[in-house]
Each structure stands twice: as C-alpha cells, then as structure tokens.
Nanobody, 116 residues
C-alpha cells in the first residue's frame, strides 16, 4: 500500500530552523513529482514547494522563497523541506504529496508551530 510518512515537526522559536522529512513507500518514488503543502487553521491548503521526479527543477512559493528549500533523495525514497528564519505565520500542518499524472497521494501531516 502507498504510504507517505512525515516527520520533523514541532515547536520552534521565531527565527529558528526545522527540517521536515517524508518517507515514501508502496510506489516507484523516483518517477513521481513531490511537494509540500501546508494548512493553517481556518485557511485553505496551499502549495509551499515542489520538486520534479529527478530533482532537476523546483518551485517555491513566494511566501517562503529565500527561507525554505525542497530536496529529495531517491535512493532513500525521501523528500525534505528545510525551513529557516521561521515566522509565526509559518505555523501550520505540513503535508507531503506525491503526484504522477492522474495519481495523487497524501501523507497525514506534521504540525509545525512557530512561537516564542
């Protein structure tokens, strides 16, 4: 069965850093584009960052550009989100997504809270 398991969330002070991981199983990871979404209370789920199947191209949301970096290690079936200079408005549940054509899979999410 397909599984996407996020980890690395937690409580972080403003200006701090955190690295999220998403480990995939049950499908051919290296052929899927991967992305990170987030959803804050009362808001729509939004795309944070995306990376192509080979890692050759990335797309970063304007709200986090210059602070967040997406990467992947196909040998480990893992996609990462490095988050730096965190702000309270980054507080959200962060979700891992895998997509190839009409196939679309989601993880359960990991909570990131940025607060002093």
């Amino acid at each position: 069965q397909v599984q996407l398991v996020e980890s690395g969330g937690g409580l972080v002070q403003p200006g701090g850093s955190r690295k999220l991981s998403c480990v995939a199983s049950g499908f051919t990871f290296s052929t899927y584009g991967m992305s990170w979404y987030r959803q804050a209370p009362g808001e729509e789920r939004e795309l944070v960052a995306a990376i192509s199947s080979t890692g050759g191209s990335t797309n970063i949301a304007d709200s986090v550009k210059g602070r967040f970096t997406i990467s992947r290690d196909n040998a480990k079936n893992t996609v990462y989100l490095q988050m730096n200079s965190l702000k309270p408005e980054d507080t959200a549940v962060y979700y891992c997504n895998a997509r190839r054509g009409g196939e679309n899979y989601w993880g359960q999410g990991t909570q990131v809270t940025v607060s002093s």
